[in-house]
């Protein structure tokens, strides 16, 4: 066991990203993700603007052509090589911020919705209007999401007291959420001593005050006599996590934004953004609650990722037709929303209660734990078999037009597109490989983690426990490569290559 102040401990937290010598003061500035944003939403402007008033051709304008093609595959390779940079950048959040200024006594989020159901739905939803009003084809529509994004965003803050938006609802939200558990760097406090005398908790109160106040606060420092520290609140001090997450008991990447406000906000240095071993939270008991909606949104995003591949190649359309001629039923929504809600809702959560239940009955555990419990401790190993199924999907997309935003930008600025410079892809068999080794690379590190939780919950007969789980994961695989190997519709970019 580390002990506090040594080493050990030290290591154990990994190296202090907020150090570097750049990027740390950049970060840590209280203006630094304000900069961020604002250069976001500019873009986000930007991206309405051409969906409202620029050209109706998917792959010729930016509102598609950026959060379709581009931010997809931007999100997934950030999150798993730096952290969840796009909610600390997030262009949504500066309205809410905003809000939250002219709103200081805002309600508590209703207790019933304080769960992760809300982000279930609004996944489903998402998808299912993606594609149900193809929203990678209109640019209009797209605009309008955004708008929609931003509406809801500040609402949202304006009504309640904590980030809703961000932990309840948001979809993009959620998505990386999840996928930053997989993350190479974590919110971590230095020392637990420090946070034990600290009287304001400013990480998650914040410091922000109409009036300026100023308290000492006497803070330990290791073989010596406790320092005093003067800690200031007022008008310039900064918002607590919004999130409401407290940084000494911090243990997942679930729920934080990366918006490093509780640095900001500390008083007394004492809170960073360590790196640390990929997915190091995944392989410990601790790091997420034992609840439902926790456990059935990482579960259900691995099959969202399926259906939403599925949803581009030809056996889809055929089932379309196949239940709209034998079960008549003409409404092309009906169908959808059948299709989506067993592929999405009912096949994640009827898979995962088997597998549990058969990991029980193997294993002749069943009396010791509940079928909640079972879930949830083999619920965080699907998210590195989900994250390499979205991975796998996205990289198609990127790269077939790795650089073709610049033509669409070009025109956006009034010039002529040089379409023929930059329409290059990269060859076909390479991304199917790529595709491949991203998919088993997931099935192996899932497979790796349910191993740990099998041996945690069944001990010697953890291979028997292991067994469901293995098959879903082996399935989920397969079945992913069986869709990526089929013509899949290239959107957004189709147009430009026929
Ligand atoms: S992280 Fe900072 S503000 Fe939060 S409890 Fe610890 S010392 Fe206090
Ligand atoms: S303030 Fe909260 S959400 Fe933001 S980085 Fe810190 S812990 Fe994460």
């Not at 209009?140 to 609802?169: D, P």
């Amino acid at each position: 066991m580390s002990v506090e102040g040594s080493p050990q401990h030290h290591s154990a937290l990994g190296m202090d990203v907020l150090k570097l010598p750049l990027l740390g003061r950049l970060l840590r500035h209280r203006h630094g993700r304000l900069a961020l944003q604002a250069l976001l939403t500019l873009v986000a402007l930007a991206l309405v603007l051409d969906g409202v008033v620029g050209p109706q051709s998917a792959a010729r304008n930016l509102a598609t052509v950026a959060p379709w093609v581009y931010l997809r595959g931007f999100v997934v390779i950030a999150l798993l090589l730096a952290g969840n940079l796009v909610c600390m950048g997030c262009p949504f959040t500066l309205p809410r911020t905003l809000a939250k200024r002219l709103s200081r006594s805002g309600r508590r989020f209703p207790q019933r919705l304080r769960n992760k159901w809300l982000s279930i739905f609004s996944l489903f939803a998402l998808f299912f209007f993606y594609e149900y009003l193809d929203l990678w084809a209109s640019p209009w529509l797209s605009a309008w999401l955004i708008v929609l994004y931003f509406a809801a965003s500040f609402a949202l803050e304006a009504l309640f007291a904590e980030s809703a938006f961000c932990k309840y609802v948001c979809p993009l939200g959620a998505f990386n959420m999840v996928y930053s558990t997989l993350s190479p760097t974590r919110i971590a406090v230095k020392s637990h001593d420090i946070c034990a005398s600290c009287v304001g908790k400013e990480c998650v109160n914040g410091s922000y005050a109409p009036q300026t106040v100023i308290r000492v606060d006497e803070i330990p420092v290791a073989d010596q006599a406790a320092q005093r520290k003067e800690v200031r609140h007022g008008p310039r001090g900064t918002l607590g996590c919004g999130t409401e997450l407290f940084a000494p008991q911090i243990r997942s990447n679930l729920d934080c934004t990366f918006c490093l406000d509780c640095v900001r906000a500390c008083p007394h240095d004492n809170v960073s953004l360590f790196t640390r071993v990929p997915g190091a939270e995944l392989s410990r008991a601790d790091s997420w609650s034992r609840r439902w909606d926790v456990s059935l949104l990482a579960i259900a995003l691995g099959f969202m990722g399926i259906s939403n591949a599925f949803g581009m190649v030809p056996p889809y359309y055929a089932l379309q037709e196949w239940l709209a001629l034998n079960l008549g039923i003409s409404s092309e929504f009906i169908v959808l929303l059948l299709i989506f809600a067993a592929l999405n809702l009912l096949l994640p959560a009827a898979v995962s209660i088997t597998a549990a239940w058969l990991g029980r009955a193997l294993t002749g555990f069943h009396k010791r734990d509940s079928l909640r419990e079972t879930v949830a401790a083999f619920a965080p190993a699907f998210v590195p078999v989900g994250f390499g199924i979205w991975f796998a999907h996205y990289s198609f997309h990127l790269l077939v037009g790795p650089v073709l935003v610049v033509p669409v930008v070009q025109e956006f600025l009034g010039g002529v597109g040089d379409w023929q410079r930059f329409s290059v892809s990269l060859d076909i068999n390479a991304i199917g490989l790529i595709q491949l080794v991203l998919l088993l690379a997931g099935f192996l590190w899932s497979l790796r983690l349910a191993q740990k939780a099998a041996l945690r919950l069944y001990r010697r007969a953890a291979l028997l426990g292991l067994l469901p789980w293995a098959l879903v994961f082996l399935l989920l695989m397969l079945l992913a490569w069986q869709i990526f190997t089929l013509p899949m519709e290239m959107r957004g970019t189709l147009e430009l290559f026929s």
